[in-house]
Nanobody, 121 residues
Framework: QVQLVESGGGLVQAGGSLRLSCAATGRTFSTSAMGWFRQAPGKEREFVAVVTWNDVKYYADFVKGRFTVSRDNAKNTVYLQMNSLKPEDTAGYYC???????????????WGQGTQVTVSS
């Protein structure tokens, strides 16, 4: 069993930065792929980034060069550094843990409750 708790969301102006954190409990964190997803009102959830257990990373095209995913296995935490934020990045951001499937499209078994990111123009 893995429990995930996101934090770090908030209101920021366009061009600004935020760093999201996702703290995990459970013994499988270090062997899990950790993904970030987002969902805006009225839209489907979309993939943002993933970092594998051995620190291989993959990003959605719309965040390449702006967002960076990282993990600290000693702290059971995964991060999403978001720079050059745009109003269209406004969404609830969710982290997820999974170990099934294959890179980069893992199947995620555990999800956090999400943290809201709002980017004003």
């Amino acid at each position: 069993q893995v429990q995930l708790v996101e934090s770090g969301g908030g209101l920021v102006q366009a061009g600004g930065s935020l760093r999201l954190s996702c703290a995990a409990t459970g013994r499988t964190f270090s062997t899990s792929a950790m993904g970030w997803f987002r969902q805006a009102p009225g839209k489907e959830r979309e993939f943002v980034a993933v970092v594998t257990w051995n620190d291989v990373k993959y990003y959605a095209d719309f965040v390449k060069g702006r967002f960076t995913v990282s993990r600290d296995n000693a702290k059971n935490t995964v991060y999403l550094q978001m720079n050059s934020l745009k109003p269209e990045d406004t969404a609830g951001y969710y982290c997820a843990a999974g170990s099934r499937g294959g890179f980069p499209k893992y199947e995620y078994d555990y999800w956090g409750q999400g943290t809201q990111v709002t980017v004003s123009s």
